[in-house]
């Protein structure tokens, strides 16, 4: 642990002071030249703080670009799962030339908030295909919703499936039988159908895979993106995913 502590405090003196490692040999040093060059960092960094934060920067940049390499590479082996898994929900313009991958949770608060920027980006650029990933994470109503929702498409078609998430993803109420029977009677589809499709195998085993995905790819937050080859966990203002977007084509 002191070698390493000393390791990292010389590569910050190295740093700002131009002094090769080779010049010294940590493993052969004795206790008393161990203090010693421990003394003399220490001074150094307490006249020179911001070689801290400025080492600290290069090490965030550094794991950042590894870290997005590493995403690349979880986008292009997962690829036939993320954006042709057969279920998912595909919107927008199906014949895009770039495609965003959604997971979201409909009490998800930044799912709310990225909604009508997600939805604006669709619709103004026209050339976006656009995959919605039920990832329901946060507690009952959660799992509730993404099943409702599931049910309707399965029930009622497509539309239907869109018009449900939209109602969905604002809607603020305990998700009992009286709620979803009222969302029921507002959407125009069979109620009775819609609750008893909700417990049906396949839509257990949709969310189960989407999970199992959201796994393999390290996302464990709602919303999180995939747009193009980036994996983007979390919120993404409008702005941003317009960047995003463009580098993508």
């Known amino acids: 642990?002191?070698?390493?502590?000393?390791?990292?405090?010389?590569?910050?003196?190295?740093?700002?002071?131009?002094?090769?490692?080779?010049?010294?040999?940590l493993d052969n040093m004795s206790d008393a030249d161990r203090a010693a060059f421990g003394a003399q960092v220490r001074a150094y960094l307490l006249e020179n703080p911001q070689v801290i934060m400025e080492a600290v920067q290069v090490l965030e940049e550094r794991q950042a670009a590894e870290?997005?390499?590493?995403?690349?590479s979880l986008v292009?082996?997962?690829?036939?799962?993320?954006?042709?898994?057969?279920?998912?929900?595909?919107?927008?313009?199906?014949?895009?030339?770039v495609t965003i991958v959604e997971f979201f949770d409909y009490r998800c608060g930044?799912?709310?908030?990225?909604?009508?920027?997600?939805?604006?980006?669709?619709?103004?650029?026209?050339?976006?295909?656009?995959?919605a990933k039920e990832f329901p994470i946060l507690g009952e109503?959660?799992?509730?919703?993404?099943?409702y929702a599931l049910a309707v498409r399965d029930v009622a078609g497509e539309e239907a499936y869109e018009a449900a998430k939209e109602a969905?993803?604002?809607?603020?109420?305990?998700?009992?039988?009286?709620?979803?029977?009222?969302?029921?009677?507002?959407?125009?589809v069979d109620a009775d159908a819609v609750i008893a499709a909700m417990d049906k195998d396949s839509i257990t085993e949709q969310?189960?895979?989407?999970?199992?995905?959201?796994?393999?790819?390290?996302?464990?937050?709602t919303p999180s993106?995939?747009?193009?080859?980036?994996?983007?966990?979390?919120?993404?203002?409008?702005?941003?995913?317009?960047?995003?977007?463009?580098?993508a084509r």
């Open 1 to 25: 642990m002191l070698k390493t502590r000393l390791a990292s405090s010389f590569a910050a003196l190295a740093l700002a002071t131009g002094v090769q490692a080779a010049d010294l040999d």
């Open 110 to 131: 930044y799912c709310r908030r990225a909604h009508p920027e997600v939805m604006e980006l669709l619709e103004s650029d026209g050339n976006i295909r656009y995959i």
């Open 225 to 247: 993106f995939v747009m193009g080859d980036q994996l983007i966990r979390g919120y993404v203002p409008l702005e941003a995913m317009q960047e995003i977007i463009a580098e």
């Open 76 to 97: 292009e082996n997962n690829a036939d799962a993320i954006f042709n898994d057969g279920y998912s929900w595909v919107g927008g313009n199906p014949e895009g030339d």
């Open 168 to 188: 969905l993803i604002v809607l603020n109420a305990e998700m009992d039988d009286t709620v979803l029977r009222r969302l029921s009677d507002t959407l125009g």
């Open 141 to 147: 109503n959660s799992l509730i919703s993404s099943r």
């Open 67 to 72: 870290q997005a390499q590493g995403d690349v």
């Open 207 to 221: 969310l189960a895979t989407t999970r199992a995905l959201a796994q393999t790819l390290q996302i464990n937050g």
